[in-house]
């Protein structure tokens, strides 16, 4: 019972923050449609598929209930980027994913991931079966390291820690 309620309690938190950071203001309960609440209760408790409740928050964008504002994608079009690996990433049961989770940037730009946690962590590219490739590897990140990679081809990269393998990223390059 105790990891089901864990597990609704960390859906909520990160619907929110999504709310939070892709409309760039402040929400309040009256704000979101009950759908919404339901969908993220569903999912939290196993109810709908990740896929169900994505699709949600993917209607919720293209109906512009949430709206993505173009001050906020300025940033990307600098020549650099950043991903945090934010304290607390190596837990299993912490919410604290990278930070952007999806970063969406243009080629020639060169993404530097900073590592906040207090513990280790590494970058590894991944193919679509989950296995590392040698796009992009770095060498182990201690607290404040960081590591650099110019994205030159557009497509789709995912990412991960191979000590923290539940921890995945993606950067999407236009």
Not at 36 to 55: D, H, P, R, Y
Not at 111 to 118: E, F, G, L, Y
Request: aromatic letters at 10%; proline letters at 4%; hydrophobic letters at 40%.
């Amino acid at each position: 019972m105790e990891r089901s309620s864990r597990k609704i309690a960390i859906t909520a938190m990160m619907f929110l923050i999504l709310l939070v950071s892709v409309t760039g203001n402040i929400v309040n309960a009256e704000t979101i449609p009950e759908w919404v609440k339901n969908n993220a209760l569903w999912f939290g408790q196993g109810l709908i598929s990740e896929t169900e409740f994505l699709n949600a928050i993917k209607f919720l964008i293209e109906n512009e209930v949430l709206v993505i504002e173009d001050s906020e994608r300025k940033f990307f079009r600098d020549t650099d980027a950043t991903v945090i690996i934010p304290n607390g990433n190596s837990d299993i049961a912490n919410v604290g994913f990278y930070l952007p989770l999806n970063l969406e940037i243009p080629v020639g730009v060169t993404v530097t991931w900073v590592n906040d946690d207090s513990v280790q962590h590494n970058i590894q590219s991944q193919d679509d079966s989950g296995k590392v490739t040698d796009i992009f590897n770095s060498p182990p990140l201690n607290t404040g390291d960081r590591f650099e990679y110019t994205f030159d081809k557009e497509g789709v990269y995912k990412y991960h820690c191979s000590w923290h393998p539940w921890r995945v990223g993606l950067i999407t390059v236009n």
